[in-house]
């Protein structure tokens, strides 16, 4: 099975979970063949955010549950260089590129520290930015992370997906979206997207506005239920609007 066809296969098993915690469970599944064996996903609380609070900027946890606790208690989420260098980069990265491109001191080398300790010695991090402008931070970690470039940008794109689907169950637990019709130029805009065209690119491209071309991927978005533009690409692959 070629790398395409296992992405696929991989988006209709999460398209299929049923719940948030189903959502988590199976992304491991897949995941845990690349030694990323634990997930977390929140939005980042503000510097000096109190303990008591930052549980509640969690959306999706599969965490070592006394990780977790102390990295609460010790309010880590202020030092972690993974969280600094995710702020910065705004891409996806394994964590061991953050302690190369950042001054390490004594706090953020006891987070690495600890992490390690409990088996979380490398990993995965991306931001997933919302339709609304949310940004939430998506973090997969395990104790022997092996992936190639190519393996890199599948658990990337699957694990963005995921996230996105246990969020759109959060808030679409009403709304059915099994019927949808895109217009030509949706499907044209998502096609362009796919293969990481910019706005403005696109527009370049179709010989349109660039605002045209941002309110046809905002219209295909919502249809197809995304959360942000990744999400949006992965589920028309999925139902065949694009390929």
Sequence with gaps: MGQFDRTLEYIDQLQHAATAAAVCERLLGITS???LTALMAGTVPQPGTPAGQQKQH???CDWPGEWLERYVARNYVD???VVS???QLQAPFQWHEASQGIRIDKSSGEVMGDAGAFKLRDGLAFPLITLDGQ????SLGGEAVELSAA????VSLVSTYAVGRAMQLHTMANKTIDHIVLTPREREC???AAVGKSEWEISQILGISEHTSEKHLLNAKSKLGAVNRVQAV???IRRGYIS
Excluded: C, N, R
């Design 151 to 154: 393996e890199f940008g599948q």
């Design 135 to 138: 940004i939430v931070m998506v």
């Design 33 to 35: 063949d690349f030694g």
């Design 190 to 192: 998502l096609q362009w």
């Design 79 to 81: 030092h972690d260089p």
């Design 85 to 87: 260098h995710m702020k």
């Design 234 to 236: 992965a589920e028309a």
């Design 58 to 60: 969690v959306l999706l």
